[in-house]
Each structure stands twice: as structure tokens, then as C-alpha cells.
């Protein structure tokens, strides 16, 4: 999702909206995420990357890398493949690379798992080659 500022008062709203409230959030140190824990029956843990901290030194399954890992491979994606990406598209290209993520041969899913799923996106929609505007 693209967001169009970083403040406290525009990611709390959509964490809510698009996580589960017994989730257990894992973030960074960044001050947007205090009020984190308030919102999460699961709570909330996070890293001190400013220090140089990656994995939190008192519980080990708090960390980053998974996202970490993820936005490695969307930027690498577009320097390599795309090369520039508008502001404008730059929610289909996480789309694309948030479908990629979720049907990747470590989860189990083949080509043909691949396929399917994307067959079943576009089911029972409209394609055209002009907009719809």
C-alpha cells in the first residue's frame, strides 16, 4: 500500500484496518509505532536498528528480516527489471511483487500453483485494453 506521509496518525488507522487485532505486530524502534501495543492483543515487539540491533536480544522471534528480506527483493526487482515505477503505479507493482512473494517455490507453490491462483484473480472480470475511465 502507498501511503502519502509516515506520521502516527496515518499508519495506526491503516494497521488497524489491515491487521488482525490479535496479531502481534513486529516493528522497528521508529516513534510512529508507540501506540502499537494499545491496538494488538498479541502486543507489540520491535528491534533497535539504530543500535544496531536486528534481533531483539530478549525474544529472538522479534525481528525485521522478513520484511527486510521482501522490500530486498521488490527493490531489486525494480533497478533490475522495471528500472522506474511512477508514483502513480506504484501500488500495482507491490501488488506484483506482494503475489510473487505470497506463491514462492520455499512456501510449496509450483508454476502451476502460480498459474491457477493468477487465473483465479482475473475470474469473472472485465479485461480491457482501454481504460475505464
Not at 22 to 35: F, K, M, P
Not at 73 to 87: D, L
Not at 104 to 115: E, T
Request: with cysteine; hydrophobic share 30%.
Amino acid at each position: 500500500m502507498v501511503i502519502d506521509d509516515l506520521k502516527a496518525s496515518t499508519l495506526l488507522p491503516l494497521l488497524k484496518a489491515n491487521i488482525s487485532p490479535d496479531a502481534r505486530v513486529l516493528t522497528d524502534e521508529a516513534g510512529q509505532y508507540r501506540s502499537v501495543s494499545q491496538h494488538f492483543a498479541g502486543g507489540h515487539g520491535f528491534t533497535r536498528h539504530g543500535a544496531g540491533e536486528y534481533v531483539s536480544k530478549e525474544d529472538p522471534t522479534v525481528h525485521t528480516n522478513t520484511i527486510e528480506g521482501y522490500f530486498s527483493t521488490f527493490k531489486r526487482g525494480m533497478v533490475g527489471v522495471y528500472q522506474h515505477c511512477s508514483h502513480h503505479h506504484l501500488n500495482r507493482y507491490l501488488s506484483e511483487f506482494n503475489f510473487r512473494y505470497n506463491h514462492r517455490m520455499k512456501l510449496g507453490l509450483n508454476d502451476w500453483d502460480r498459474a491457477e491462483a493468477i487465473l483465479q484473480g482475473v475470474k469473472g472480470k472485465r479485461l480491457t485494453y482501454q481504460t475505464t475511465h
